[in-house]
């Protein structure tokens, strides 16, 4: 050990005395870590030496220095490997420096094994967060439904066939509809709906209409989703919901019975009244790129005036498909009873029929010849259902809201009316079971006393009851014919509870 406290068997050379430990029985005094170098001639300090501070203890010089295990270990481990390293070999870093070293990486919490194992748990953890976060949107965890399920595409008519058969909304946009491929038992087996909407009975309406969803298919959602019989929800709707799912967009303003040739212009904007040319469109394209020509049950269903489209258009629709096919009608909402004592009523369907075209071909034959001088009446649910001929299942509120509001005017809830708002309102309502008296046999039909008006595609599918039956139960036990005794649910109450 040289007097200023180093230790000096790893190093060569002899370091200069210290003037500050003239006395060689002087304890040894710690001093901070120094860089020096040898006292030698090399001028390119090839020899230089890393001088580190001795332990920080006391001993007596009669003991010797102590032994340094971290030292030993290190020159132990070189003359296993045969790389016994020589003070010149070791330059420019001491013995002890790299035993420091050493001795720190043996103990760093990064080791290979400790990084592979966080490594794999982190692997481990995404897969599960991955897994769960799946099922989930899957409906497969806590029972939930997915959101997407049945998710509906809009598709459009093509260029072509709306440009050969002119087959346009209100507004000149190619019409369109919203499509689920049938699955499994129902791959071949397809509901077609018609949307609804209200109507437009002037241009000026017309033109308004054309600036909206109503009235043009150029801002539509690309995708959405159904409820009730259009439902894709084994649990919501069990005997259909692997069916084909058709949902015709509505936009010509006339409930799919427009049947002008040529587009008239209100304030510069060219206008179509094309809604009969809209309806073939669309079954020739789903015939040509959907399948439907391989369909083997179809039934025609619609709310409001889709519901009203039904009517007029059954018939028609079935001239359309194969003899060999299945086919029954489902329309809601759409059955209004007008009083036509008022020639007001009367002059307003026949301009309105005029201006749509709609007296222009035979989609209804059967009332057509009923009313060869009034051919108007056919426009109308309550002169058209009893003269369909396809097998029919009429869906229906007594007091449907929009009939309340727009025909009978009345501000008072079914529940709360009074005087003579209330004699309307059973007025009406008999009107409306009178009108389902009249179909035939075999027809059947869900009459409630409410003041519902879209039964057909809302959760009132399921809820509504008459006779012990929902709307849902009741249509599939008369489609299947399960119905025991009558498929007629009229409903004679004042006012249902499970409205």
Request: glycine letters at 8%; hydrophobic letters at 35%; proline letters at 7%.
């Amino acid at each position: 050990m040289d007097r200023s406290g180093y230790l000096m068997d790893d190093l060569a050379g002899t370091p200069p005395p210290s003037p500050f430990h003239p006395d060689s029985n002087t304890r040894p005094v710690p001093v901070p870590d120094l860089w020096e170098v040898e006292d030698t001639p090399d001028p390119d300090f090839s020899s230089a030496r890393v001088l580190l501070p001795p332990e920080r203890r006391e001993y007596d010089d009669d003991e010797g220095a102590p032994s340094d295990p971290e030292r030993e270990s290190l020159r132990e481990r070189d003359a296993t490997d045969g790389n016994t390293a020589s003070a010149t070999d070791e330059a420019p870093t001491s013995r002890r420096w790299r035993a420091d070293l050493d001795g720190k990486r043996k103990n760093c919490p990064c080791s290979t094994t400790r990084i592979c194992l966080v490594v794999c748990l982190v692997v481990v953890l995404c897969v599960v967060i991955a897994a769960v976060t799946w099922l989930y949107l899957t409906g497969r965890l806590f029972g939930r439904k997915n959101k997407n399920q049945g998710e509906a595409k809009l598709y459009l008519i093509g260029e072509d066939r709306a440009a050969r058969t002119k087959a346009y909304c209100l507004d000149g946009s190619r019409p369109g509809y919203y499509f689920v491929a049938g699955t499994g038992s129902g791959k071949n087996k397809w509901r077609v709906h018609l949307d609804g909407g209200g109507s437009c009975d002037d241009l000026a309406e017309c033109y308004s209409r054309s600036l909206t969803d109503n009235g043009s298919t150029r801002r539509l959602r690309t995708r959405d989703t159904f409820k009730g019989f259009l439902s894709t929800d084994q649990d919501e709707n069990p005997d259909f919901f692997n069916w084909n799912v058709v949902y015709v967009h509505y936009c010509d303003g006339a409930c799919f019975s427009s049947n002008q040739p040529d587009p008239v212009t209100q304030k510069g904007k060219t206008l179509y009244f094309r809604g009969k040319a809209i309806l073939d469109a669309v079954l020739d394209e789903l015939n040509d790129v959907r399948g439907l020509t391989n369909a083997t049950t179809v039934i025609l269903s619609g709310n409001s005036a889709g519901g009203i489209a039904v009517y007029r258009q059954a018939d028609h629709v079935r001239s359309r498909l194969s003899p060999t096919v299945l086919y029954k009608v489902f329309p809601g909402s759409g059955l209004m009873v007008w009083d036509l004592t008022n020639p007001k009523h009367v002059d307003f369907f026949r301009r309105r029929a005029a201006m749509h075209g709609m007296l222009d071909g035979p989609d209804h034959p059967a009332c057509l010849q009923a009313f060869p001088n009034d051919r108007w009446k056919c426009l109308l649910p309550q002169f058209a259902a009893p003269y369909v001929t396809s097998a029919m299942f009429v869906l229906n509120a007594a007091y449907d809201a929009w009939a309340l509001k727009n025909i009978l005017q009345l501000d008072c809830k079914p529940q709360s009316c009074r005087g003579s708002d209330r004699q309307a309102l059973k007025r009406y309502q008999a009107e409306v079971i009178g009108v389902t008296a009249n179909l035939d046999p075999g027809q059947g039909a869900f009459i409630p006393s409410c003041d519902d008006h879209s039964i057909i595609t809302t959760s009132d599918y399921n809820e509504i009851m008459v006779g012990g039956k929902t709307p849902n139960e009741a249509f599939s036990d008369w489609f299947f014919d399960r119905t025991i005794n009558s498929s007629r649910y009229i409903d004679r109450m004042d006012w249902n509870p499970t409205c």
